[in-house]
């Protein structure tokens, strides 16, 4: 079930350059996508107000460099190693969303350390049950096949349109960062 990251996952494209910015307003996006896309909630407690049958499932965990635009809004160097989890979540027997977090090395020896053993649990029930963790930007994109992000995600779900959106944002705890992406699949919008 869960397979490890490998470095060339992370091979840049030329869509991933810190110029090409993720925006704060979802106004291109289809318009029943743009609450999902701007809620700052938790979308784990949203998901699983929609379907009984939430979960999480892990696809990919384990130490790479981040994408060329994860670096720059983390501010590492581009050699950089993290800790990345990708996950899908699931409701209603369909995936719904491909998660990805970014740790940073540094991060991992402070308070963020358990979020290398959550397993089949959701990133959300940690973010939103600390008050200590902070919520910084949320920022939307619609990615298309060149993005790194979209291709990690048809590696495992077959997707069958050109474009995904997705938003992410940094929560931090004690100072330390850590990167979430939520990349929105075709079968969100589906009963």
Avoid at 84 to 113: E, K, M, N
Wanted: glycine letters at 6%; proline letters at 8%.
């Amino acid at each position: 079930m869960d397979r490890a990251v490998t470095a060339s996952r992370h091979a840049p494209s030329r869509q991933d350059s810190p110029d090409k910015a993720w925006s704060t307003h979802p106004f291109a996006a289809p318009r029943a996508l743009r609450g999902w896309l701007t809620d700052r909630g938790s979308l784990t407690r949203r998901l699983k107000a929609h379907h009984a049958d939430f979960r999480v499932y892990p696809v990919a965990r384990g130490f790479a460099r981040p994408f060329p635009d994860e670096v720059h809004v983390l501010s590492l160097s581009p050699q950089t190693q993290a800790y990345v989890r990708d996950v899908l979540l699931f409701g209603g027997g369909h995936a719904r969303v491909f998660a990805h977090s970014v740790l940073p090395r540094p991060t991992l020896r402070g308070a963020w350390w358990g979020i290398t053993h959550l397993g089949t649990k959701s990133l959300g029930e940690v973010l939103f049950t600390n008050p200590r963790i902070q919520r910084l930007g949320l920022s939307v994109r619609r990615l298309d096949t060149r993005h790194p992000l979209y291709r990690a995600a048809c590696r495992h779900i077959r997707i069958d349109t050109r474009h995904l959106w997705a938003r992410r944002s940094v929560f931090c705890l004690d100072g330390r960062p850590l990167l979430v992406t939520e990349v929105f699949l075709p079968a969100l919008l589906n009963p």
